[in-house]
């Protein structure tokens, strides 16, 4: 079994930063298959980033990283917009099952 959960959400000004982490616990083979999506009011869940590639929309502005010994990946969000406003969610697969976390919500304000 698998445990994602996700922290660091909030509410921040257009312009603002926010760095999300998902701490994992479990049968975690590969950090390189976990990634952040997200998904907002009416609208389809998305792949933000993985440690593959990005959303063209975050390019340059959001940024994945993980701290293997503390089984943790982040996501880092600078020079965010009232469109990157979301629930966000951290993914595992290992290529049977996905797993997701909770969830986090970030609000970005204008």
């Known amino acids: 079994q698998v445990q994602l959960v996700e922290s660091g959400g909030g509410l921040v000004q257009a312009g603002g930063s926010l760095r999300l982490s998902c701490a994992a616990s479990?049968?975690?083979?590969?950090?390189?298959?976990m990634g952040w999506y997200r998904q907002a009011p009416g609208k389809q869940r998305e792949l933000v980033a993985s440690?593959?590639s990005y959303a063209d929309s975050v390019k340059g502005r959001f940024t994945i990283s993980r701290d293997i010994a503390k089984n943790t990946v982040y996501l880092q969000m600078n020079s965010l917009k009232p469109e990157d406003t979301a629930v966000y969610y951290c993914?595992?697969?290992?290529?049977?099952?996905?797993?997701w976390g909770q969830g986090t919500q970030v609000t970005v304000s204008s």
């Open positions: 993914s595992y697969s290992n290529g049977y099952i996905t797993y």
């Open positions: 479990g049968r975690i083979f590969s950090f390189n298959a």
């Open positions: 440690f593959i």
